[in-house]
């Protein structure tokens, strides 16, 4: 069998259906093989794309996402996405070319050592030097992409080595459980459930999971501890559960650092140390038990009591089963909490002012969506109002970015949800500035047919930057700029363009772009103006009144 076709079967094997991504020349064995195969080719306009769109395939599937690029710039295009899947925990495997390595072609025309540049980027990267060792080095690669903590992983097929003739076959999959908690951890869990008097439940990335968040639901109806979520947590129990206290978007001084003062224990469940801390311990205040798939990570804010290491969903599921209310617990200045922080996400949703408000923007996008659609954030100032006011109802439901936090994500990653969940609707929500970073995607969106909104967030400015500025009491200076006319624009790529003239037309709009085909691309002038007042001050002063 020729080295390519091997690979080709070993991709097969581990079940893949798309690989996304731009060949060069050093791939051309891959592609030739890839064109009697099963594995759908999605070209794409940009490598850093086709590595959104194969990381977020890993996020919603839990199966690796493979993008293809070729040597030198192609792969280091791919740098961004590395980072983005490996700091999102979202499995991926990037594959690119190289010149032959058993003889030197031409010289050092695009070479780049690859592999030494994946290194800190990724949890695995390796050179393939003979065809025999495919199978191996496939069957490595997509194993540690998606165990716990899933991450980025990388694999370099040389021209020649793609070429050469091979007797190895592809290698079957082990049969894999992962470990669970210690019985007595979970005891000593228990104990101080027990014993504390204001429990409260912290939801982070890492139990964005499926089965996880079945069990989670369970737990907090059995048990009727509060909780807060993560950015990155969303949509793990349902939001619009009476125990929802609010999301960590915001660093401090929001209402929900509020019960988090007044927690004596905190449950961290899934906590990742690439998202903001939600709390801060120090020395004799709240107690935390940490679980999650991995043993905590010590910091100078973070160094919890006791740690259920293992499968989350089945420390929860033992929690529960060992738990039940306690007379101990008081739960009356949590529920204060709740009502005060949902009486002020309330505010401004109905506002008529035109450019859009963020809260109006957000309510109407939350009353457009059904329970399951898919809402994918690009980065930007709009992603704090997301994660605090929209109410997300299913896991996986809301798509942001707050590992990395990189724009031009938004696009892509939509894109991707859609070809998972073709039967749901989706939505991209990106600002002009994120949007522009990998706008070319939109001829791909096009050509595969899918059905898509993408939202335009228009403010002619890098808006989070222009609130961060304000914040820090600096001059508005040096973060404005000029925007394409993004109706026409769309319309050049076959999509249909929209531009919104009032406040009162968004949620129709976005109802009828939500049940036309096709892809809709819809430009929304927004107003940031009031960001520094509502977020930075304002709620400091509410918040205090709990």
Not at 159 to 166: F, H, L, N, S
Not at 167 to 191: C, F, H, Q, W, Y
Not at 312 to 338: C, G
Request: aromatic share 8%; glycine share 8%.
């Amino acid at each position: 069998m020729k080295a390519s076709d091997l690979f080709i079967a070993a991709l097969e094997n581990e079940g893949v259906e798309y690989i996304f991504g731009i060949p060069g020349e050093e791939n051309l064995d891959i592609l030739n093989s890839l064109k009697d195969s099963k594995i759908q080719l999605i070209l794409t306009r940009h490598e850093q794309a086709a590595g959104f769109m194969a990381s977020t395939y890993g996020r919603l599937t839990g199966k690796a996402g493979v993008c293809l690029a070729t040597l030198g710039p192609g792969a280091t295009n791919f740098v961004t996405a590395a980072a983005y899947a490996q700091l999102g925990a979202m499995p991926m495997l990037m594959i690119t070319g190289q010149k032959p390595i058993k003889r030197s072609k031409q010289g050092q025309f695009q070479i780049v050592n690859i592999v030494d540049m994946m290194r800190p980027l990724t949890k695995y990267t390796q050179q393939i030097v003979a065809g025999d060792n495919i199978p191996s080095r496939v069957r490595e690669a997509f194993r540690v992409a998606e165990e716990e903590r899933p991450g980025a992983v990388h694999l370099e097929l040389p021209e020649d080595i793609a070429a050469e003739g091979t007797d190895a076959s592809p290698l079957t999959k082990s049969l894999v459980r992962r470990p669970v908690a210690e019985e007595k951890a979970i005891g000593n869990a228990v104990e101080l459930l027990e014993k504390s008097n204001h429990p409260l439940l912290m939801v982070g990335a890492g139990a964005n999971r499926k089965l996880t968040a079945k069990v989670l639901r369970r737990f907090v109806d059995q048990q009727k501890i509060p909780f807060i979520t993560s950015q990155m947590g969303k949509g793990v129990i349902d939001e619009e559960h009476p125990l929802f206290l609010g999301n960590a978007a915001l660093s401090t001084d929001d209402f929900i650092h509020r019960a988090i003062r007044r927690a004596d224990l905190i449950i961290n469940v899934g906590h990742d140390v690439v998202e903001k801390p939600p709390f801060f311990m120090e020395d004799g205040g709240v107690q935390v038990i940490h679980v999650n798939f991995n043993t905590a990570a010590v910091d100078p804010v973070y160094f919890p009591q006791v740690e259920l290491v293992g499968d989350i969903a089945h420390s929860i599921w033992q929690l529960n089963e060992r738990l039940s209310p306690s007379e101990n617990w008081d739960f009356s200045y949590f529920e204060r909490v709740a009502q005060a922080m949902n009486a002020h996400l309330c505010e401004g949703a109905d506002d008529e002012r035109f450019p859009v408000y963020p809260q109006r923007l957000v309510a109407d996008v939350r009353q457009a969506m059904p329970d399951d659609g898919i809402i994918a954030l690009d980065n930007g100032v709009y992603k704090i109002w997301f994660a605090r006011n929209y109410k997300a109802r299913c896991s996986n439901t809301v798509l942001l970015d707050n590992a990395l936090a990189t724009m031009g994500a938004g696009l892509p990653s939509a894109m991707a949800a859609r070809m998972v969940h073709p039967d749901r609707k989706v939505m991209a929500i990106c600002g002009d500035g994120g949007f522009m970073m990998n706008s070319q995607e939109l001829e791909t969106c096009v050509r595969l047919k899918l059905n898509l909104v993408v939202l335009i967030l228009n403010d002619n400015a890098y808006g989070m930057i222009k609130w961060k500025q304000a914040n820090m009491g600096f001059k508005d200076f040096g973060l404005d700029y000029g925007n394409p006319d993004f109706v026409q624009y769309a319309e050049s790529y076959g999509a249909k363009g929209h531009r919104l003239q009032s406040s009162g037309e968004l949620l129709p709009l976005l109802k009828s772009c939500l049940d036309s085909e096709g892809v809709h691309l819809i430009d929304v002038p927004v107003d940031y103006s009031d960001n520094d007042r509502i977020l930075n001050r304002e709620i400091v002063e509410k918040s205090k009144l709990v």
